[in-house]
């Protein structure tokens, strides 16, 4: 099957840095989601990006499809950053809308 | 609009005792999944709904676990009986064509077997 690999495992931050999350994928995807889930277990929708770049707020996104990785910015973070970032992808050849998910980035945001 | 809700958001059963969660997907989101995060772990895919019909169950441990969901709107997992391997966050996401294939996902249900 796929395989998504997220790096790096664990980030610590001081309040106010940037920092480039990475998540690579070893197959053709149509689908590929950024997610934050906070300290309170909810896993919040970030980005829908199969390619391109979006930007929302102090977080933007860029995922190079024909390279098979997706980034994932975090400018001026701030503590309420902290939690852990999946990155998941929809394999092309599926038919189902079956999200595989990476391991995740743990992020600490300091203040 | 109302996210995708589930119930309860914990619960704390013992072995050998049933559980059964709960999902409201989004208005109008044929597309429902479940999915599971067991302690230290990655987030699994468990199956897919397409309105009643289960489009993709390939993910389901086993034949404990039975998801229903009748008349296309909510959705239950039930667990019976539950182990000790089965503690974890339980997922429920959903989506549709009109959303860009987005998909959602609920707060999670804690399920903690003791």
């Known amino acids: 099957g796929i395989q998504v690999e997220q790096s790096p495992p664990d980030l610590i931050l001081q309040e106010g840095a940037n920092s480039t999350l990475r998540c690579n994928f070893s197959?053709?995807?149509?689908?590929l989601q950024w997610f934050h889930q906070n300290p309170w277990g909810q896993l919040i929708n970030l980005f829908y990006?199969?390619?391109g770049t979006k930007q929302n707020g102090r977080l933007s996104a860029t995922t190079v499809a024909t390279e098979r990785y997706s980034l994932l910015y975090i400018s001026s973070s701030q503590t309420t950053d902290s939690g852990v970032y999946f990155c998941?992808?929809?394999?092309?050849?599926?038919?189902?809308?079956?999200?595989?998910f990476g391991s995740g980035t743990r992020l600490l945001v300091r203040p | 609009e109302a996210g995708v809700t589930q119930f309860p958001s914990h619960s704390v059963i013992e072995k050998g005792q049933t559980v059964t969660l709960r999902c409201d997907p989004i208005?109008?989101?044929?597309?429902l999944y479940w999915y599971r995060r067991v302690m230290g772990k990655e987030i699994k895919f468990l199956l897919h709904?397409?309105?009643?019909?289960?489009?993709?169950e390939s993910g389901m441990p086993n034949n404990r676990f039975l998801a229903e969901r009748t008349g296309g709107t909510y959705s239950t997992l039930k667990v019976q009986p539950a182990e000790l391997e089965d503690s974890g966050v339980y997922f429920c996401?959903?989506?549709?064509?009109?959303?860009?294939?987005?998909?959602?996902f609920g707060e999670g249900s804690w399920l903690t077997v003791v």
């Open positions: 996401a959903s989506s549709s064509q009109s959303s860009g294939n987005t998909i959602y």
């Open positions: 197959d053709s995807v149509n689908n």
């Open positions: 990006i199969p390619s």
């Open positions: 998941a992808v929809e394999r092309s050849m599926d038919s189902s809308y079956k999200l595989i």
């Open positions: 208005s109008g989101h044929d597309n």
């Open positions: 709904f397409v309105k009643e019909s289960k489009q993709d």
